[in-house]
């Protein structure tokens, strides 16, 4: 028992006396040795100078190397890839191409470049790529992507700046279209300011290849309105005519509802905006007319378009032309004879069906007042006005006024 403790005693002693020795001669006498220093970061220097002669770094040989250095074994113990690294400086170049250059090792300011030096410069030769530098504007598209709360919308996303300036070899530019940024949130029901990173997107619509790619900023200012609204809906005013009743009408307003800002309870709000109004007798089958909205004063839209589409058709009654030289020339000036061109005109009518079926021309009267009539033998072209003669046409009306005819006055 007592011969296995001295043994275990003289190990450790052993031991101590070894790392004494070796403390001692690592700080009384520091002998020089070598080491090796693994991984070592290579950074580029010079890129400003580079750019300014329209040239970019593209692509290192190696962008970590290994290192074999001599010096005091004190000195050497400090070293690691933690605060030693390389540099390439490629401010010296003046084409593009592909440049051999050798690195240079930076070590700790506390560390003396005296009592260090590198075994081997061959090992610390990298091969620089270096390609002409190209810009390209690009704009900045912003995306909600969250959800409003109740009774809010989200307006138009803005972006500060609007377009981003990127640079590098031209065929990585070509697959960047545009810079996204994207803002969110669930129920938002303020407006939302961010500062958010943008991502490069290629024409595909999904995120593109960036390499060598440089952009003049990595973030950009989004705002989002978002506000109160309600929707009030848009009306037109059907005036009856040719032989249509506002009923006789299928009317479609597109959109049918223009969306607001709600300010304070909203009470000043009216129920619904009107279009103007339409006279039917002007409509022709199926018709179609773009009308201006104009929103109150005070009141303020919401993403609200400037004109709305108001399509009519009338499908429930019947329209025809009809022949009628039932024309009668009135105010004709004293020693003039007036002569028709055509003693027909061509006039449509429309209403009930059985009614508009069973007409003839007789019941069309045509009248044309020649008191401001030009005097001379010209051909000239007079408004005429039409009407409806007889009984039972209650359900049957002129379609359009704009009718005329053409005639000579001779003496």
Request: with cysteine; glycine share 8%.
């Amino acid at each position: 028992m007592k011969s296995t403790k001295r043994k275990i005693l003289n190990m450790a002693l052993a031991v101590l006396i070894s790392m004494g020795l070796w403390l001692y001669v690592v700080n009384v006498e520091n002998p020089t040795g070598s080491g090796h220093l693994r991984d070592l970061a290579v950074e580029v220097q010079g890129e400003e100078t580079l750019e300014s002669r329209g040239l970019m770094v593209t692509e290192l040989s190696e962008e970590r190397m290994n290192l074999k250095v001599t010096g005091k074994k004190k000195t050497l113990m400090r070293l690691d890839k933690k605060n030693v690294y390389l540099t390439v400086d490629v401010s010296s170049i003046t084409e593009v191409g592909e440049w051999d250059l050798t690195c240079r090792p930076v070590f700790p300011t506390q560390v003396s470049t005296d009592s260090i030096s590198v075994s081997s410069w061959n090992d610390m030769k990298v091969t620089v790529t270096v390609r002409k530098q190209e810009s390209k504007t690009i704009p900045v598209r912003g995306e909600f992507i969250g959800t409003e709360a109740d009774g809010c919308l989200a307006g138009t996303v803005e972006t500060d700046p609007a377009t981003l300036v990127i640079k590098g070899p031209s065929e990585s530019l070509d697959q960047v279209s545009y810079a996204l940024v994207q803002v969110g949130g669930e129920s938002v029901s303020d407006t939302i300011q961010e500062q958010v990173n943008v991502v490069l997107m290629g024409t595909d619509g999904q995120a593109a290849d960036v390499k060598n790619v440089t952009i003049s900023a990595t973030s950009v200012q989004v705002t989002v309105p978002v506000r109160r609204v309600v929707s009030i809906p848009l009306t037109v005013t059907l005036q009856p005519g040719g032989g249509a009743m506002a009923e006789d009408a299928d009317c479609i307003i597109s959109p049918s509802s223009v969306t607001v800002v709600e300010e304070g309870d909203g009470l000043n709000l009216p129920e619904s905006i009107s279009l103007g109004t339409i006279d039917l007798s002007q409509v022709y089958g199926k018709t179609s007319y773009s009308l201006p909205i104009q929103l109150p004063e005070g009141v303020t839209g919401w993403n609200c378009p400037s004109f709305a589409t108001v399509t009519l058709s009338l499908e429930k009654l019947a329209s025809r032309q009809m022949a009628t030289e039932n024309i009668t020339l009135k105010n004709v000036p004293q020693g003039y004879t007036a002569q028709l061109v055509n003693p027909t005109l061509y006039v449509w009518v429309r209403g009930d069906p059985s009614l508009v079926a069973q007409m003839n021309a007789n019941q069309i009267a045509v009248e044309v007042d020649l008191a401001r009539a030009n005097l001379g033998d010209e051909l000239q072209r007079l408004p005429a006005k039409v009407s409806l003669v007889g009984e039972g046409l209650e359900g049957v009306g002129i379609i359009g006024t704009n009718y005329s005819v053409a005639l000579t006055l001779t003496r």
